[in-house]
């Protein structure tokens, strides 16, 4: 059913217009009490809660940044069966993002190609936003991650407080922060992922929250591209443990592609992904969190990313391709293969 309006509908339109669309109607049904209550039933049926970053979370799998960049539709993408919502990039500053078109489908590859830019309405609106949801009981149930980027009009001189301006605002509503540096479409911003600068950025982040929230209340973690050189990721990771941070998001989108400016996601980028997630792992050890990331389309993708050292797994261009029930149908796919146990 999905696959028919997707090929006579969503890829005849623009596809930041069909995004838009589809996520007005998830939004308008999550505001129908019965009706999301009756849903939120049928899409978490059988999914299995793992205790990881000290919170219970309802099942595994989550949505990735970029799909819910302004906190807006937490009710219902955990309606549809997401175990968790990873919400932004947000940056302290709100901007228009970059001029349109800024998002492909790569059909052949079942991919998305974006330069997005980080459109969002800014650290401090979004604060509001979850403040808002957290003051209802329902709301403090959800798991929402809250992924931080730097704003364009902040020279890179300044990034760590800039980060720091939007951690503060944010940490008080977020389970855990995700720090990017990773994202292609922001000029400048992985070169942050150099050890030399990404280090100040970490530590003014990891003290505003903690001055927000109080020490350690919520944990940081940092994302990175999957462009990095092996020894660069080795560097990152190294960084991780010698600051105590929470753990590591792997990966983000590649420009390893020809397909035109941007970053790519989707299916291209699980053969990296894995590998860069494995690699982290080894690096860390057994104590920080290792997020897995990066083309995703089935149960079988999640549980390579579990199998390769992930705690948790994410993704967002499979949504596009394979609709409402593919979150469902993953993390029912997780919890058959056993994965659900407390960590």
């Given at each position: 059913?999905?696959?028919?309006?997707f090929?006579?509908?969503?890829?005849?339109?623009?596809?930041?217009?069909?995004?838009?669309?589809?996520?007005t109607?998830?939004?308008?049904?999550?505001?129908?009490?019965?009706?999301?209550?009756?849903?939120r039933?049928?899409f978490?049926?059988?999914?299995?809660?793992?205790?990881v970053?000290?919170?219970?979370?309802?099942?595994?799998?989550?949505?990735a940044?970029g799909?819910?960049?302004n906190g807006?539709?937490?009710?219902?993408?955990?309606?549809?069966?997401?175990?968790?919502?990873?919400?932004?990039?947000?940056?302290?500053?709100a901007?228009?993002?970059?001029?349109?078109?800024?998002?492909?489908r790569?059909?052949?590859?079942?991919?998305?190609r974006?330069?997005?830019?980080?459109?969002n309405?800014?650290?401090?609106?979004?604060?509001?936003?979850?403040?808002?949801?957290?003051?209802?009981r329902?709301?403090?149930?959800y798991v929402?991650?809250?992924?931080?980027?730097k704003?364009?009009?902040?020279p890179?001189?300044?990034a760590?407080?800039?980060?720091?301006?939007?951690?503060?605002?944010l940490?008080?509503?977020?389970?855990?922060?995700?720090?990017?540096?990773?994202?292609p479409?922001?000029?400048?911003?992985?070169?942050?992922?150099?050890?030399?600068?990404?280090?100040?950025?970490?530590?003014?982040?990891?003290a505003?929250a903690?001055?927000?929230?109080?020490?350690?209340a919520?944990p940081?973690?940092?994302?990175?591209?999957?462009?990095?050189s092996?020894?660069d990721?080795?560097?990152?990771?190294?960084?991780?443990?010698?600051?105590?941070?929470?753990?590591?998001?792997?990966?983000?989108?590649?420009?390893?592609?020809?397909?035109?400016?941007?970053?790519?996601?989707?299916?291209p980028?699980?053969?990296?992904?894995?590998?860069?997630?494995?690699?982290?792992?080894?690096?860390l050890?057994?104590?920080?969190?290792?997020?897995?990331?990066g083309?995703?389309?089935?149960?079988?993708?999640?549980?390579?990313?579990?199998d390769?050292?992930?705690?948790?797994v994410?993704?967002?261009?499979?949504f596009?391709?394979?609709?409402?029930?593919?979150?469902?149908?993953?993390?029912?796919?997780?919890?058959?293969?056993?994965?659900?146990?407390?960590?």
């Open positions: 059913m999905y696959r028919l309006l090929n006579q509908v969503f890829r005849r339109m623009d596809p930041e217009r069909a995004h838009h669309l589809a996520f109607g998830i939004r308008w049904v999550a505001a129908v009490p019965g009706v999301a209550w009756l849903l039933r049928w978490t049926r059988g999914h299995a809660p793992v205790e970053l000290g919170t219970r979370f309802p099942a595994p799998f989550g949505l940044a799909f819910d960049k807006v539709g937490v009710r219902g993408l955990t309606m549809l069966g997401f175990g968790w919502v990873e919400v932004g990039t947000i940056t302290a500053l901007q228009p993002g970059n001029e349109r078109p800024r998002l492909w790569v059909l052949d590859e079942r991919a998305i974006n330069r997005m830019g980080f459109n309405d800014g650290a401090a609106e979004v604060a509001e936003r979850l403040r808002r949801l957290r003051r209802r329902s709301g403090r149930g929402v991650g809250v992924n931080i980027g704003s364009r009009a902040t890179a001189e300044e760590a407080q800039d980060y720091a301006t939007s951690a503060r605002l940490a008080p509503y977020a389970d855990f922060l995700v720090v990017n540096v990773s994202s479409n922001t000029p400048g911003l992985r070169d942050l992922q150099a050890v030399d600068r990404l280090r100040p950025i970490l530590e003014a982040v990891r505003a903690d001055e927000a929230t109080g020490p350690g919520v940081v973690l940092v994302k990175i591209a999957p462009d990095l092996d020894e990721v080795d560097a990152v990771a190294d960084l991780v443990t010698d600051l105590g941070l929470a753990g590591v998001v792997a990966v983000n989108t590649t420009v390893a592609h020809d397909h035109g400016p941007g970053g790519l996601s989707g299916p980028l699980l053969p990296r992904g894995l590998a860069v997630v494995a690699r982290v792992r080894a690096r050890g057994e104590g920080p969190v290792v997020i897995g990331c083309g995703i389309t089935t149960a079988d993708d999640a549980r390579a990313y579990l390769a050292g992930a705690d948790l994410q993704g967002y261009t499979g596009i391709y394979e609709g409402p029930f593919w979150a469902s149908r993953v993390n029912r796919g997780l919890a058959r293969a056993g994965v659900g146990a407390a960590r």
